[in-house]
DNA sequence: GCTATATTTTGCTATTTTGCCAAATAAGCA
DNA sequence: TGCTTATTTGGCAAAATAGCAAAATATAGC
């Protein structure tokens, strides 16, 4: 129901621009670095204390996060807060809700 | 604008979760494999001719599909054919269709 | 300039992933 | 049973990733 009739990808390109997002979100420390941006913009030191690793790895998620356009980084002094570049993004979590559902399709 | 509501992954175990499937998702070749079974069932051999890799490697990209509950095989005389078993999940590729696009949000 | 705070980069090791080949398994048919 | 086709599994090397600690960078304030 209400599936989408979007273009699935195409071409070798569209698979790895795909892929690459796909592979941006594949750790549960980038994940959860993205739901706490769904709430609003955050600096390093904060999501350091959410996801419990060494502030120099949550450094380079967040890195990764920038290098596909996930998120942006904006500095105010001396710290750096982060914000979803496009909060659309967010609607992936919500087709994996459905898929982890028991509901049929 | 038509943002789902549904709940972001709040704990440990959803962030693996979810990682999990994004991780799966996370290689083009695999990429490929799925937008190719978003037209129906494909065995080994068929995907294999579209991603062009080693049958072995094809292989190893569809357990991994399996081991996170994408794909179901079905084994018919001396083939396996390869089905989505949601196929609410290429909701995702609408999600990453506007990521991609230009339009504001 | 010096100092303190916040973040990023670099260097390193351990682990995982990828891809191929060869061997093993599964099913159908003579 | 033996032979063929289709797929999976195991072993290996190369490449990528993850994590930490230490060094480097950036900014603010004195």
Redesign the interface.
């Known amino acids: 129901m209400s599936?989408?009739e979007?273009?699935?990808?195409?071409n070798?390109e569209d698979?790895?621009?795909?892929?690459?997002?796909?592979?941006?979100?594949?750790?549960?420390?980038?994940?959860?670095i993205v739901?706490a941006l769904?709430e609003g913009e955050h600096c390093v030191a904060d999501l350091t204390a959410l996801v419990q690793l060494d502030i120099s790895t949550v450094s380079n998620h967040l890195s990764v996060l920038r290098g596909v356009g996930i998120v942006c980084a904006e500095r105010r002094g001396t710290q750096v807060f982060y914000t979803l570049r496009?909060?659309?993004?967010?609607?992936?979590?919500?087709?994996?809700?459905?898929?982890?559902s028991n509901a049929p399709?």
Not at 6 to 10: A, F, G, R, V, Y
Not at 86 to 98: A, G, R
């Open positions: 599936r989408c979007t273009k699935l990808p195409q070798r698979f790895l621009r795909v892929a690459e997002v796909f592979k941006a979100l594949g750790h549960p420390a980038r994940v959860r739901s769904a496009k909060p659309c993004l967010l609607n992936l979590f919500c087709c994996l809700d459905d898929f982890h399709s």
